[in-house]
């Protein structure tokens, strides 16, 4: 049996969806608060610890201004990501700006708005010199490259990530940023995507701490901080532990003792930049169904599609499924539940055993309050849905209005036609 159960009830999903129709994806305020807390509570032992919440997971400034009343930056890597903080009144350190391939004018912005630029590469450094000159604070993205294991299990390939550099070009980085006037330094990396693991972070920490150490040796420069990124993970899959944050917090505080402080390095402030971990759990996709179809395998068709949730389609992502008011019903049939794009991978389940499921059902497409709408595209003409928020006296407010087909059709800024 599931261990995972909706944050909200059928009746409550009902009412949202006489309000705003379906699909829409929720977000549960009072999970959102916690998992902040308790973030903020594992790394209270550090005396700068800052959450950089990844913007891109939930773009909505709503979300972002709870994250902000919690003690959370941001982290941006794009133009938008830099003017929707704006708008939320995020500046100065409480913005990241951890971009790649960055665009032009993308350093200005982030340096009239304050924020920390994190270098992805040594080449972009008369790039910065350039748009804004040297900032006074930088940071260096970090690619150790090789794999990345944890024990006996690969984690992932850094060797083959776009980003980040090699350590002799971070070292000479630092040296050559030092020269044209910059005083504060840091580091980050992020290694390794969606861990379920008490390990990453602590295993991370020991890697950033070690090449602490070393700058200080080589360089004579002392970071200020150090940027774990993101990367801890969610539990998907019913029978996926869930990572213990107090846990975590304290393999890495166990590291920061052994490594940094006794190399006189015991003021370095450390920073995430979590997506994933803040909010997947804290959203769902609720969806209607509204077809059942008998052919060569059993097809429950919903109103919403790979369009709303794009990580079935994109990586054969698992998202749980619950059919509201049916959580005690048994799971009794194997249904691959389908969107309506003219594309076979538009699944967001395949061969689930599920209740039996009739048209008019509400589904509740779990963890989707990261990287879910976000990803969000507009494939054969498919609309965003609204984004809710629920909060705590299960009272709820609209945070984003659905799209119409005239904000689809609005960049054909032409007389020529008519789209009534
Ligand atoms: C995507 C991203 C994150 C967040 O990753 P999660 O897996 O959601 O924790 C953090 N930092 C950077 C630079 C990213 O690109």
Aim: glycine share 8%; with cysteine; charged share 25%.
């Amino acid at each position: 049996m599931s261990n995972k159960k909706p944050f909200l009830t059928l009746e409550t999903a009902e009412q949202i969806a006489k309000q705003v129709g379906t699909p829409y994806h929720v977000y549960d305020e009072h999970g959102i608060r916690e998992t902040a807390r308790n973030l903020k509570k594992a790394f209270a032992w550090n005396k700068g610890f800052k959450e950089y919440f990844a913007v891109k997971a939930t773009p909505n400034p709503f979300i972002l201004k709870i994250l902000q009343e919690e003690g959370c930056g941001v982290d941006c890597s794009s133009q938008a990501e830099l003017v929707l903080s704006r708008a939320c009144g995020f500046h100065g350190r409480d913005i990241m700006f951890s971009s790649n391939e960055t665009q032009p004018g993308e350093f200005r912005l982030a340096n009239e708005l304050g924020g920390i630029i994190n270098l992805d590469d040594i080449t972009l450094i008369p790039t910065l010199e350039e748009e804004c000159g040297i900032p006074k604070t930088v940071c260096v993205r970090f690619n150790p490259g090789g794999d990345f294991s944890l024990g006996n299990t690969i984690m992932d390939h850094p060797k083959d990530a776009k980003y980040g550099m090699t350590e002799s070009q971070l070292l000479e980085s630092l040296r050559v940023l030092k020269s044209k006037g910059a005083q504060e330094f840091g580091i980050h990396a992020f290694l390794a995507s969606n861990t379920l693991t008490n390990e990453y972070y602590p295993h991370l920490a020991e890697i950033l701490f070690n090449l602490t150490v070393k700058i200080k040796e080589e360089t004579g420069i002392c970071l200020s901080f150090v940027n774990m990124s993101g990367g801890i993970g969610i539990p998907y899959r019913p029978e996926d532990k869930e990572n213990d944050i107090f846990a975590i917090g304290e393999g890495v505080h166990m590291a920061y003792e052994k490594i940094l402080v006794p190399n006189g390095l015991g003021n370095v402030c450390l920073f995430t930049e979590l997506g994933r971990y803040m909010l997947g759990k804290h959203g769902a996709l609720i969806t209607r169904a509204i077809h059942e179809k008998h052919t060569y395998k059993e097809y429950v068709g919903v109103d919403a599609c790979a369009c709303n949730l794009m990580r079935p389609a994109m990586y054969g992502a698992y998202h749980h499924i619950t059919v509201l008011g049916k959580e005690d019903q048994p799971a009794c049939k194997m249904v691959d539940v389908v969107g309506s794009l003219c594309e076979n991978n538009d699944k967001f389940a395949i061969d689930r055993m599920l209740p039996e499921i009739k048209p008019g059902d509400l589904l509740n497409i779990h963890d989707t309050g990261a990287h879910g709408f976000s990803m969000g595209y507009n494939y054969n003409g498919k609309l965003r849905s609204a984004e809710i928020l629920l909060h705590a006296d299960n009272s709820f407010d609209l945070i984003r209005r659905a799209e119409t087909l005239q904000d689809y059709f609005a960049t054909f800024d032409f007389t020529d036609f008519q789209f009534e």
